[in-house]
């Protein structure tokens, strides 16, 4: 009887804990924050995560975004988001091949379908040492220890559209469920 009594003593007190405003199981993970401005093209449209910028005007992108660094990294991540045309850009299954080889003995990619305004993104996550392709013949431009990428292809009204945020581990770790919350925002125009 005693135990029940000192067990009963310890769970009111954090089922009360947990009934009050503001309060979270630990478990809990907050919702992605999405703001009001979106992106578009290829047909459709997404919200921009509400701590996320727009970054500067870039060749070959629809758009880039800044993703503030996580406590610990010297840089932030990047968001490229990308549309080539219709019938351009090549296929899910190349895309992601091309993704993953851009690392230096990447992990094994971790893959998820989401169905999404009638969709099927394709969304890849993959670890290891990026060597920052760039410029037109996309030759790496250094090696950079300790990225990740996640990487999302929706194959929009008008074509495949591309996203792909590239940058430090932890970043990208912090990042990861705004972006989801991004590509699950897609609408059709």
Known sequence: MKI????????????ALLLLPGCKKPDERAVPSLSEDKGAAAGA?????ARWTIGADRAMRVA???????????EGAECAVSFFGTGQGGDVEMN????V????????PERNTYSVAGMDVEVVN?????LAPGGPMMQSQGKKEGYQMIGAIAPAPEGMLFFKMTGPTATVTSGADEFVAMVKS????
């Open 101 to 108: 080889s851009q690392f230096e003995n990447p992990s094994t």
């Open 45 to 49: 449209s997404w919200n921009i995560p």
């Open 64 to 74: 880039t975004y800044v993703v503030p660094p996580a406590a610990g990294d010297e």
């Open 126 to 130: 993959v670890k290891g040492t990026y």
């Open 186 to 189: 897609l609408q059709k125009k």
């Open 96 to 99: 992601i091949q091309r993704w």
């Open 4 to 15: 029940c009594l000192v067990r009963s003593a310890l769970v009111i007190p954090a089922v």
